[in-house]
């Protein structure tokens, strides 16, 4: 069955064209070589396209960022921005199931697609000669997109598989997971992006209609052309496959706002087949990657976790040899999210003394904050980081698309180092005494509880 | 937390030897001009300036790798590799990490069967140092004790925190183990928890004054940098640096596998098994490796790969499905891998070893093979797009001792594979009959289905090695 039937999506799309003239990225760019020469418009049917031509090799890049994760979601359809980030590549009323791929790879693209809290996006990766095959499989899929259900069942097992691997056969990903569902009591982020089981197993093809007509459309996306490119070439492809395409209602906005967290929670993850423990703690941080404060939160768990050099590293790894590894990032997306800690142990390691290392590497950087050369540090491997993200089209493309979704301009990813530049020493421990609070964390444990077996080997049993 | 639709690990798994035909532009992809500088005392210099960003990547390999390995001390390379950050010239361990951080550098050693490495990547304004820093740790590294006694129990620890990860990180070092089995290219490069713990300091300083010196040094440089400069801080720190006293390692060839032989890795509980079937495949400079690599596209080295669309497409038995080639300087593996829950391990091997056996039978027809060579085509030019891309690319031309037109003129070879070569290329892969097969899941559950595919050996996921004992 056609979700969006070809005669609606034209009668629609005959009021279609661009509602502005392209517009060249302002002077803030200019540091960043080829950054002038991006342009980017918004269609009358409310999709943003932006364009980077940069011609190092004959290859070009087509993001689309719909937004769209599991924060959209609830109990039933969990795990379903997931899987249909899977059924995106199967069928359309115009192409069987998997002929996206095929016609893709022949030629010469690949493609990917990753699916978040917050974002689902698809990612071409192709020689710059194949750009008007990607545009005309992508206008397909965004109008066209089929559910055929022996295809639905046949992927709800190659999601299960990925779940197995990633979570279920891996210590990290279950105790993850199991802290996640813990720390939002309120908020959707306490939904696993890959979906509960029995939601995996019971999604219907009507969760997937609904959800495609709500959620990808052209006025829920931002697409982002990178590498080898005539901009006028792009926007005039965009014109044929894609501004005929309608504009849909506007997404049911997230308005639930986590409560604050009213003291620490623990969990203790058991598992049979485990030798290390794990000790991890997750900190609501306030803050969303559209913040003012985000360049804070980043540099904060830059001098928490980056490098041989950084605090929790030197302290659990290198000084005290409680832990194997050492580290700490913060989620950020829409809304506030998680700032993990966690440290993973030997065999036979002590969760008690990891736990009360970290609980005073934590207190310390909140009582006595971070020496100027530890600031500069974060600030230069920030630098690096956003330097070798301009390296390639792909980190291009990543950048203006993540810019545009959560800051609302994509010429705001050129002001990153200055923001970094701007942080100082006293908001970095103003936001550590204010966030890595005990009572503001879930705290979560895996303990392997099997008996330490003796090893077997059986040779030519057959 | 970001799901993936889809990982192929090494998607065009040999960038280096791999690239193509389809159109014109993507014919002219080829290495930037580079220059190389030998010094006296047999250090290969290879300068590839290119102004892109504010960035200088290095790439260094010293010969030799963890082939050198002592029997029984396999980890050896890899430990000592990474000791010589730990304290280097005038900095202790905590300065050398502090100097490269403060700097938003990286820098990481490691070892590869063939070659100790180093990666680094800085910005253009510390190359001085950051030079200066690799000269430290290659020629003055402090070897201190008490940072060995860490990094060997860290080594030790770290395999045990893998083993309750995810299984699909260690098939692979599984599956070498169990076809390499007493021949060198089984022995894991950073060693298994017996190995490691046999190693002492007086073994890592053994290593490097047989294996390391100046003659088995090449320093790889791409990126924003002034050449000028850079070559003489290069004469002036590494020109002096002697020679290693020992003889490069030497390994001959294994020979294919005939008939199978199946290893169980006993995982209680998983909940899924994860599994490769490999032989004998190919060596670097193989005549064939073009076709070789349109066969390994078309059978298991992209999405629409007959094995991923066999396991995942068509039956949805698995997340992923792939086949790869290891080309070393002796014959590596060809192999398959996937994974599939616990239930469904006989349906998804069955399955394999049928598409295996389509692929000799039936071949590749030519749109398939059309498709591949643009496919390779396509995907070529991003594996050079980089400083550090390039930086590895000319390092690992020159180990090998391969002219540039090893990748220059990779895509033209590609594009000219004749059908008849592609469908001579196809015994790269093994025929069924002739497979070394490796699980690792539940053996309470699926040790009955191994059995079925040949002479079983078991062992446990938390035995310490990664093949049974001997």
């Known amino acids: 069955m056609r979700l969006l039937p070809l005669a609606c999506a034209f009668a629609l799309g005959t009021a279609a064209f661009a509602a502005h003239a392209a517009t060249p990225a302002p002077s803030i760019s200019a540091s960043v070589p080829g950054s002038g020469a991006i342009v980017s418009k918004t269609l009358a049917n409310g999709l943003t396209i932006i364009v980077w031509p940069d011609h190092d090799i004959p290859s070009a890049n087509y993001y689309t960022f719909y937004k769209v994760g599991s924060r959209n979601e609830h109990a039933g359809i969990t795990g379903l921005a997931h899987f249909f980030e899977h059924m995106m590549f199967n069928g359309t009323t115009r192409r069987k199931p998997g002929e996206f791929d095929r016609t893709m790879e022949a030629a010469g693209g690949s493609n990917n697609a990753s699916t978040s809290n917050d974002l689902t996006i698809y990612t071409d990766w192709f020689p710059s000669s194949a750009l008007e095959t990607i545009f005309d499989l992508e206008g397909d899929r965004m109008a066209n997109l089929a559910f055929d259900p022996k295809v639905v069942e046949s992927e709800r097992g190659v999601v299960y598989s990925e779940r197995r691997s990633s979570v279920d056969n891996d210590s990290m990903g279950t105790l993850m997971e199991q802290m996640q569902a813990t720390a939002w009591l309120a908020h959707p982020y306490q939904i696993p992006t890959i979906g509960w089981p029995s939601d995996i197993e019971h999604w219907k093809s009507d969760d997937l209609r609904q959800f495609f007509k709500t959620y990808y459309a052209p006025n829920n996306a931002v697409l982002v052309v990178a590498g080898d490119v005539d901009p006028a070439q792009v926007f005039q492809l965009a014109d044929t496959y894609l501004a005929t395409l309608p504009r849909q209602p506007e997404p049911t906005p997230i308005t639930t706002v986590e409560p604050e967290q009213l003291g620490e929670r623990r969990i203790v993850v058991e598992r049979a087949d485990a030798q290390s423990p794990i000790v991890a703690y997750a900190f609501h941080s306030g803050i969303g990657a559209g913040s003012k404060d985000y360049p804070t939160l980043e540099l904060l768990t830059t001098i928490l976790a980056q490098g041989q050099s950084s605090r929790l590293h030197q302290r659990l790894v290198e000084k005290e040899q409680a832990a194997v590894d050492a580290g700490a990032f913060a989620e950020a997306g829409f809304d506030p999210g998680l700032l993990w800690v966690y440290a993973a142990l030997p065999p036979g390691g002590d969760t008690g003394k990891v736990e009360a290392l970290l609980d005073d590497e934590l207190a310390k950087i909140a009582r006595t904050g971070v020496s100027a050369a530890e600031l500069d540090k974060a600030r230069n491997l920030k630098l690096s980081e956003f330097w070798r993200e301009m390296a390639t089209i792909n980190g291009k493309a990543s950048a203006l698309g993540s810019y545009q979704v959560f800051n609302g301009d994509y010429r705001k990813a050129f002001a990153a180092p200055a923001a970094f530049e701007a942080v100082t020493a006293a908001r970095i421990q103003a936001l550590a005494a204010k966030v890595l609070r005990v009572q503001n964390r879930t705290t979560g444990l895996l303990k392997p509880t099997a008996a330490a077996e003796t090893t077997i080997t059986k040779e030519g049993a057959r | ?470």
């Open chain 2, 1 to 470: 937390m970001s799901r993936l639709r889809f990982v192929f690990a090494a998607l065009v798994a040999f960038a280096l030897g791999t690239a193509t035909a389809a159109s014109p532009s993507s014919q002219s992809i080829r290495l930037p001009d580079f220059q190389t500088v030998q010094l006296d005392n047999g250090v290969t210099l290879l300068l590839a300036p290119r102004k892109d960003v504010p960035m200088v990547a290095a790439t260094v390999l010293v010969r030799g790798g963890s082939l050198a390995d002592p029997a029984g001390k396999e980890g050896t390379a890899d430990l000592l590799a990474e000791l010589l950050s730990k304290g280097a010239g005038d900095r202790d361990a905590l300065a050398f990490a502090q100097t490269v951080d403060g700097a938003g550098g990286s820098l990481g050693f490691g070892s590869s069967s063939e070659a100790i490495t180093a990666n680094a990547q800085f910005l253009s304004r510390d190359s001085g140092l950051m030079l200066s820093l690799l000269a430290d740790a290659l020629l003055r590294p402090k070897m201190d004790a008490a940072e060995f006694d860490k990094l060997r129990k860290h080594a030790i620890d770290g395999i045990a925190a893998a083993k309750d990860g995810d299984p699909r990180r260690l098939i692979g070092t599984y599956s070498d183990a169990w076809l390499f089995r007493g021949h060198p290219y089984g022995r894991p490069d950073s060693g298994d928890e017996t190995s490691l713990a046999t190693i002492t300091l007086g073994d890592l300083q053994a290593f490097r004054q047989q294996q390391m010196g100046g003659d088995r040094l090449i320093i790889s440089i791409a990126g924003d940098f002034d050449p000028a400069s850079v070559t003489a801080q290069v004469r002036k720190d590494f020109g002096g640096w002697g020679k290693a006293s020992g003889a490069l390692p030497q390994v001959s060839a294994k020979a294919r596998e005939s008939g199978r032989r199946v290893l169980l890795v006993d995982k209680p509980g998983a909940t899924q098994t994860y599994f490769a079937l490999a032989n004998i495949g190919s060596q670097h400079g193989d005549p064939a490796r073009a076709a070789q690599d349109l066969v390994q596209t078309a059978f298991g080295g992209r999405f629409t790969s007959m094995l991923n669309t066999e396991l995942r497409v068509k039956s949805g038995l698995t997340y992923g499905a792939r086949s790869s080639i290891a080309r070393l300087r002796q014959p590596g593996d060809a192999s398959i891998t996937s994974f599939t829950k616990t239930e469904s391990t006989k349906a998804a091997i069955d399955l394999a070893i049928a598409t295996l056996d389509r692929l000799h039978q039936a071949g590749l027809d030519n749109t398939t093979l059309q498709s591949a060579k643009h496919y390779i085509a396509g995907q070529f030019p991003p594996s050079l797009e980089t400083a550090p891309q390039l930086a590895g690319a000319i390092a690992w031309l020159a180990l090998y001792g391969d002219c540039r037109d090893y990748i220059d003129g990779y895509l033209g070879q590609v594009a000219a594979a004749t059908p008849e070569q592609v469908a001579a290329a196809r015994t790269v892969f093994p025929d069924s009959r002739d497979l070394v097969l490796v699980a690792i899941g539940d053996a309470a559950k699926i040790r009955g289905v191994m059995r079925g595919y040949g002479p079983l050996t078991e062992m446990k996921i938390t035995d310490p090695r990664f093949s049974p004992t001997p």
